[in-house]
């Protein structure tokens, strides 16, 4: 079946630690993205890729680092300088023209 | 910049009940327009969307039509059931916006509905 798988489901970090989630879909899709969801505060845009090698910021950056070294692949990494990390984080994709993005289930960081 | 307020929840109603949640946009142009769906640990699933004014979207009984006068795209079911309990995300994505950011989903802030047997 074709769609978006993100793991892990839970991932605690400790402080000062890097973590790595994972984003991968097989729908062809050029375009990915990922989110950030709060209790009571909607999604807001981290970081997309409208194409392999290239990736730009969105709204909430700071803290946070991506790559796009294959199309199917899109992982975020949230560093230690990300300072209230424990939220839900959704990736999506889309094609290039993106009329609709599909989301994949979601990870949920915790800190230690 | 563009916007999309949602009226707050919770919502609590019992099934059969008729379901109306209210979603306004701000944004130039002619944004196209969605409603998700997230259940309970899940990410966000499509239910409908819009593309242009008095375009309705629908799905599983869900209803929403782009009304460009009023800016609104409001969502609404005629009989809800207790499945349908869940949050429920208006978007917005404007092809106006200039280089990368027209790939951009202005969501509102979700509302949480809840239906009781």
């Known amino acids: 079946d074709g769609g978006i798988t993100q793991s892990p489901k839970y991932l605690f970090r400790k402080e000062g630690q890097n973590v790595t989630l994972s984003c991968e879909q097989n729908?062809?899709?050029?375009?990915m993205y990922w989110y950030r969801q709060d209790p009571g505060q909607g999604l807001r845009l981290i970081y997309y890729s409208q194409i392999v090698n290239d990736f730009q910021k969105g709204d909430i950056a700071e803290g946070y680092s991506v790559s796009r070294e294959k199309k199917e692949s899109f992982p975020l990494t949230v560093t230690s300088a990300q300072k209230n990390p424990t939220a839900f984080y959704l990736c999506?994709?889309?094609?290039?023209?993106?009329?609709?993005?599909?989301f994949g289930p979601g990870t949920r960081l915790l800190v230690l | 910049g563009d916007s999309v307020t949602q009226m707050e929840g919770p919502v609590t109603l019992s099934e059969e009940a008729f379901l109306t949640i209210n979603c306004t946009y701000t944004?130039?142009?002619?944004?196209?327009l969605f409603w998700y769906v997230q259940y309970p640990g899940e990410g966000l699933q499509l239910l409908l969307k819009?593309?242009?004014?008095?375009d309705k979207g629908s799905n599983k009984g869900f209803e929403a039509t782009y009304r460009k006068e009023t800016t609104s795209f409001h969502l609404e079911k005629g009989s809800v059931q207790v499945s349908d309990s869940a949050v429920y995300f208006c978007a917005l994505r404007n092809p106006r916006n200039s280089g990368g950011s027209n790939y951009k989903l202005t969501f509102g802030k979700g509302t949480l509905l809840t239906v009781n047997p």
């Open positions: 729908l062809n899709h050029d375009a």
């Open positions: 819009a593309t242009k004014a008095d």
């Open positions: 999506a994709s889309s094609t290039r023209v993106p009329e609709t993005q599909y």
């Open positions: 944004a130039t142009g002619y944004p196209s």
